[in-house]
C-alpha cells in the first residue's frame, strides 16, 4: 500500500493514504455540530498492533450526552413525520456513500482495531448489507385490521417510531455495529445518540459524517466518545433520561445486567445482545471436508473475537485424532501472519492486552488441569497483543473455558461419547446465543437443532450472521433481535385503534 506520512491527528504513520482524509475526525456530533467535550477532555487511542498512539479523541461526559439526548428529541419531533419511502431514500443514499467509500473505512477499522485489511473490507461489505435490507424493507412495516368480537367495532393497529434510541456499540465491530443498530432505529423513523466503545470511535464518526453527506437531517443521528473514565456517567444519562425511550447495547452480560437494571427506573426498552459460550458439535457422520473449514470460519475470524465465535467445541471421541489432524492441517493452510496492512494477512492481533492476558490465562488454566497444546500457542514475537490460532485437545468440565468466554483463538476440543451427553453438556451454559454442529443424519439434524437452548443454530455452516436474519440469544445472551424485519419491529411501537361504526 506505500508508506504515508501521518495526517491530520493522526501522531504515527501507517502504509495507506485516505482518498478522502475529512471522514477522520476526532470530535462528537451534537445536533449537527461537530464539538470536543465541554470540558476539554480528550482520551487516547492506541493501535493493537503495536500499542502505539493514533490520535487524542473528544471525551465527552454525562452533561455532554444529556445535549445529544435534547438534540435527538427535538429532531424527533420533525423526522418522525417523514414519509417512508423518505426514509427509504435516505437509507439508501447513506449505503451509497459508505460503499463510496469503503476502502477508507476498512482502513480506519484495521487502524483502530487490528483487524487486517482484508478482513476489514469484508466487514464493511457485510455493514453496508443491513442499511441495503432495512432500506428494502422500512416500507414493509404494515399494521393490521382484526376482527372485532363486537360487530360493530373495527380494530386496526398502526407502527409508529419510539423516539429518542440509545446505542451502544462494542470495539469487535465497529462499522456493522453502528449500521445494524442506528440503521434499524432511523429506517423505522428513531432519532438517535450513538455511543462507540473507547477503543473504535472513528468508524462511528466516519459513518456520521457519510450520514450527513447522504442528507440526514441534523439530530437524527448523534454520536457521543468518551474514555473509559466518562464512559459510566455516559451511560447513565443514557438509562436515566427520560427522553430515550429504548436502549440498545451489544456487550459483555455483566454490563448488559446493568444498563437493564437502569433502564427499568424509567420503563425503557432494551435490546441487548450480550455474551456467548457457542457450542460447536463434531458427530463422527459429519463430512470432515466442511466440518474443519466451518470451525476455522465459526472459532477463528476476527482472532476469535465475535460474541458467537465457537468457544467448547465437542468432537465425537471416535473421530477427535482426525479431526485434530485436519484442523491443524486446514490452519496451516488458512492462515497467513504478518503486517494487518497487508493484503495477503488474514490474521491479527487482539484488540487489546487485557484480552490476551484472558486468553493466556484459559491457556493456563487448562494446561495445569492436564491439556495439551496440539497446534500453535503462545507467541508474543509478532507484537504485544498476538496471539496465534492455537488448538488444545483435553479440554473438559471445570476449566475456566467451559464456564467463561475466551474471546481468543483457541479451540479446546473436548471428546464426547453419544448424542444425548453432548446436548446436556452444550445446555449448562446461563448463556444461549449461537451453537453449531455437524451431521450428515437428517434425523439427528431436527433433533439437536431443536434440542439446543439457544437463539442461532448454525447446521453445517461456521457462519450464522446475516443482515435478513434475526440476531440474538436466549438465557442471558439477552433481549430483542436484531438484522431482519425484527430489527425494525424492535424500534415501532404498536397502537392499536378500536373504531364504532
Given at each position: 500500500m506505500g508508506s504515508m506520512a501521518a495526517k491530520g491527528p493522526f501522531k504515527k504513520e501507517i502504509p495507506y493514504e485516505f482518498k478522502d482524509p475529512s471522514l477522520i475526525d476526532t470530535r462528537s456530533l451534537i445536533g449537527g455540530r461537530w464539538v470536543d467535550a465541554s470540558s476539554g477532555r480528550t482520551f487516547k487511542l492506541t493501535d493493537p498492533e503495536?500499542?502505539?498512539?493514533?490520535?487524542?479523541?473528544?471525551?465527552?461526559?454525562?452533561?455532554?450526552?444529556?445535549?445529544?439526548?435534547?438534540?435527538?428529541?427535538?429532531?424527533?419531533?420533525?423526522?418522525?413525520?417523514?414519509?417512508?419511502?423518505?426514509?427509504?431514500?435516505?437509507?439508501?443514499?447513506?449505503?451509497?456513500?459508505?460503499?463510496?467509500?469503503?476502502?477508507?473505512?476498512?482502513?480506519?477499522?484495521?487502524?483502530?482495531?487490528?483487524?487486517?485489511?482484508?478482513?476489514?473490507l469484508v466487514t464493511v461489505n457485510y455493514a453496508i448489507d443491513f442499511i441495503d435490507w432495512f432500506e428494502g424493507a422500512v416500507e414493509r412495516t404494515f399494521g393490521e385490521t382484526i376482527p372485532a368480537f363486537r360487530g360493530n367495532?373495527?380494530?386496526?393497529?398502526?407502527?409508529?417510531?419510539?423516539?429518542?434510541?440509545a446505542c451502544i456499540t462494542p470495539w469487535n465491530s465497529p462499522v456493522a455495529m453502528v449500521t445494524r443498530k442506528v440503521g434499524a432505529a432511523v429506517a423505522a423513523g428513531n432519532t438517535v445518540v450513538c455511543k462507540p466503545a473507547p477503543e473504535t470511535p472513528l468508524c462511528a464518526i466516519a459513518l456520521a459524517k457519510l450520514?450527513?453527506?447522504?442528507?440526514?437531517?441534523?439530530?437524527?443521528?448523534?454520536?457521543?466518545?468518551?474514555?473509559?473514565?466518562?464512559?459510566?456517567?455516559?451511560?447513565?444519562?443514557?438509562?436515566?433520561?427520560?427522553?430515550?425511550?429504548?436502549?440498545?447495547?451489544t456487550g459483555s452480560t455483566a454490563v448488559g445486567r446493568l444498563l437493564n437494571t437502569e433502564c427499568a427506573k424509567t420503563i425503557k426498552k432494551t435490546s441487548l445482545e450480550l455474551g456467548g459460550n457457542a457450542p460447536f458439535i463434531v458427530f463422527e457422520d459429519a463430512d470432515l471436508d466442511k466440518a474443519v473449514p466451518g470451525l476455522i470460519t465459526s472459532k477463528f475470524r476476527s482472532s476469535g473475537q465475535t460474541c458467537v465465535c465457537a468457544n467448547r467445541i465437542y468432537v465425537q471421541a471416535s473421530i477427535l485424532d482426525k479431526f485434530s489432524e485436519a484442523l491443524s492441517k486446514g490452519l496451516e493452510s488458512t492462515f497467513t501472519y504478518g503486517s494487518v496492512w497487508d493484503k495477503k494477512v488474514n490474521f491479527g492481533p487482539l484488540y487489546a492486552g487485557k484480552a490476551i492476558t484472558k486468553v493466556e490465562a484459559h491457556l493456563e488454566d487448562a494446561l495445569g488441569q492436564g491439556a495439551k497444546v496440539y497446534h500453535g500457542g503462545k507467541d508474543n514475537s509478532r507484537g504485544p497483543n498476538f496471539f496465534p490460532a492455537t488448538v488444545v485437545k483435553g479440554g473438559k468440565d471445570g476449566m475456566k473455558f467451559m464456564e467463561e468466554e475466551t474471546f481468543g483463538p483457541l479451540a479446546f476440543l473436548v471428546p464426547f461419547e453419544t448424542e444425548e451427553e453432548v446436548i446436556k453438556m452444550a445446555n449448562t451454559s446461563d448463556v444461549g446465543l449461537a451453537a453449531y454442529f455437524y451431521t450428515e443424519d437428517i434425523s439427528r439434524l431436527w433433533r439437536v437443532s431443536e434440542a439446543l437452548k439457544v437463539g442461532m443454530v448454525g447446521v453445517r455452516v461456521g457462519l450464522v450472521s446475516a443482515a435478513e436474519a434475526p440476531f440474538g440469544g436466549v438465557l442471558e445472551s439477552g433481549l430483542g433481535r436484531e438484522g431482519g424485519i425484527s430489527a425494525l419491529e424492535e424500534y415501532l411501537d404498536i397502537k392499536s385503534i378500536t373504531i364504532g361504526i
Open positions: 503495536d500499542d502505539a498512539e493514533i490520535c487524542d479523541i473528544a471525551d465527552l461526559n454525562g452533561e455532554d450526552t444529556r445535549k445529544a439526548i435534547e438534540a435527538a428529541n427535538k429532531a424527533f419531533e420533525t423526522y418522525k413525520r417523514t414519509p417512508h419511502r423518505e426514509r427509504r431514500w435516505l437509507m439508501r443514499r447513506w449505503a451509497d456513500e459508505i460503499k463510496a467509500n469503503k476502502e477508507d473505512l476498512a482502513a480506519l477499522c484495521t487502524l483502530e482495531l487490528g483487524k487486517p485489511y482484508t478482513e476489514s367495532n373495527r380494530i386496526l393497529t398502526i407502527r409508529e417510531p419510539q423516539g429518542v434510541v450520514f450527513e453527506r447522504a442528507g440526514g437531517p441534523p439530530g437524527v443521528f448523534n454520536v457521543v466518545t468518551s474514555g473509559a473514565e466518562n464512559t459510566p456517567s455516559v451511560g447513565k444519562e443514557l438509562c436515566s433520561h427520560p427522553a430515550v425511550k429504548h436502549l440498545s447495547f
